[in-house]
Nanobody
Framework: QVQLVESGGGLAQAGGSLRLSCSAS????????VGWFRQAPGKEGEIVAA????????YYPDSAKGRFTISRDGAKNTVYLQMDSLKPGDTAVYYC?????????????????WGQGTQVTVSS
């Protein structure tokens, strides 16, 4: 069992930055891949970044490439999402999720544990 808690959300201006944190408790978190997803009102949820259990592989959709960076600190059991050059379209609730098994998952249905989410609002 893994418990995930997101933090770091808030209000930012367009062009600004935020860093989200996903703190985990539970056994063997270091063996889980982690993804960051977002859900905006009236829109489909989407993945914005994912990282393998080792940190050696990452994934970004086109909407996040060059602006978002995912990383993990094994000693702290924490995964970060650095978001730069924010746009109003990035406004959403951001969730981190953990996935058992090998490989990075890009589909929400591949993930086994979810946090409660943190709100990110980007003003123009």
């Amino acid at each position: 069992q893994v418990q995930l808690v997101e933090s770091g959300g808030g209000l930012a201006q367009a062009g600004g930055s935020l860093r989200l944190s996903c703190s985990a408790s539970g056994r063997d978190f270091s063996s889980y891949a982690v993804g960051w997803f977002r859900q905006a009102p009236g829109k489909e949820g989407e993945i914005v970044a994912a990282i393998s259990w080792s940190g050696g592989s990452t994934y970004y959709p086109d909407s996040a490439k060059g602006r978002f960076t995912i990383s993990r600190d094994g000693a702290k059991n924490t995964v970060y999402l650095q978001m730069d050059s924010l746009k109003p379209g990035d406004t959403a609730v951001y969730y981190c999720a953990a996935k058992r098994g090998l490989g990075i998952g890009t589909n929400r249905y591949e993930y086994d544990y979810w946090g409660q989410g943190t709100q990110v609002t980007v003003s123009s």
